[in-house]
Nanobody, 118 residues
Framework: VQLQASGGGLVQPGGSLRLSCAASGNIFAINTMGWYRQAPGKQRELVGTITKGGSTNYADSVKGRFTISRDNAKNSLYLQMNSLKPEDTAVYYC?????????????WGQGTQVTVSS
């Protein structure tokens, strides 16, 4: 299963960006999808996750500013980021787990750069 993330870029503090992630391949069902990020010199950290039923979980650092959503019909994941701060600068990765026809999968996208700077 392949994940393709897009939507990153350069934005000023206080601005907004929307990331997208599309899953493709031999997919039977996708369970939990999520966004993670990795800043230079730091470990990858959780941004938030969303279950197939739509239940969400967010890191404290992004609560109230970021919103995760998904379109199950399109096997797609989104991250709406508002009120961006310089500390949100990182490479953002999408993740999905579920089942292919015959085996489970846990896949990562290639990452998309988000830079928050004036």
């Amino acid at each position: 299963v392949q994940l393709q993330a897009s939507g990153g870029g350069l934005v000023q503090p206080g601005g907004s960006l929307r990331l997208s992630c599309a899953a493709s391949g031999n997919i039977f069902a996708i369970n939990t999808m999520g966004w993670y990020r990795q800043a230079p010199g730091k470990q990858r950290e959780l941004v938030g996750t969303i279950t197939k039923g739509g239940s969400t979980n967010y890191a404290d650092s992004v609560k109230g500013r970021f919103t995760i959503s998904r379109d199950n019909a399109k096997n797609s994941l989104y991250l709406q980021m508002n009120s961006l701060k310089p500390e949100d600068t990182a490479v953002y990765y999408c993740n999905a787990n579920g089942r292919r026809f015959g085996a489970p999968f846990d896949s990562w996208g290639q990452g998309t750069q988000v830079t928050v700077s004036s």
